[in-house]
Every structure is written in structure tokens, then in C-alpha cells.
């Protein structure tokens, strides 16, 4: 019987993703932090994508996920 599900990580693969971004956090959060990333850059107002992105880095902070901001940042196509 083959399985239907398709794994999360099918989708964060997917993309114009052009490098990962290098997780600093104990927990894996790479995936999630490139998935708000791929959706930044949809973004398409270089300056509201760069507002955006700050007040992202500040949720992170607070949520205590640690990763490369200036990687982030390239990630969002700032």
C-alpha cells in the first residue's frame, strides 16, 4: 500500500531557495525560518519586505529561536 501523505519537507524544498540558513537554535528550526523566507520574498515592495523581515527577527528573538539574521535577510532577498 503506498502512503499518500506528503512529508513537510517536500514543501520546504521547494522554491528559489539559493542557500540554507544556518540554525543556531537547540530545536530545528531551520525549515520554518526558510518557509517565512520563501513567503517574504513574495513580498514585492523591496521596502515593505524589509519591515516586514525586522518585525519577524524581533518575533523570533522573543520566541527565543536563534539563526543567522543577516543570512535571514539574504534568505528574503534584502
Do not use: W
Not at 525586522?54 to 528574503?76: M, P, V
Amino acid at each position: 500500500m503506498k502512503n499518500h501523505i506528503t512529508e513537510f519537507s517536500q514543501y520546504i524544498s521547494e522554491g528559489d531557495k539559493t542557500r540554507a540558513i544556518q540554525d543556531l537554535s537547540p530545536r530545528d528550526e531551520r525549515p520554518m525560518v526558510e518557509g517565512v523566507a520563501s513567503i517574504l520574498r513574495k513580498v514585492r515592495d523591496i521596502k515593505n519586505r524589509r519591515e516586514i523581515a525586522k518585525a519577524q527577527i524581533r518575533e523570533f528573538k522573543r520566541d527565543g529561536i536563534k539563526f543567522d539574521y543577516a543570512e535571514f535577510l539574504e534568505l528574503c532577498g534584502l
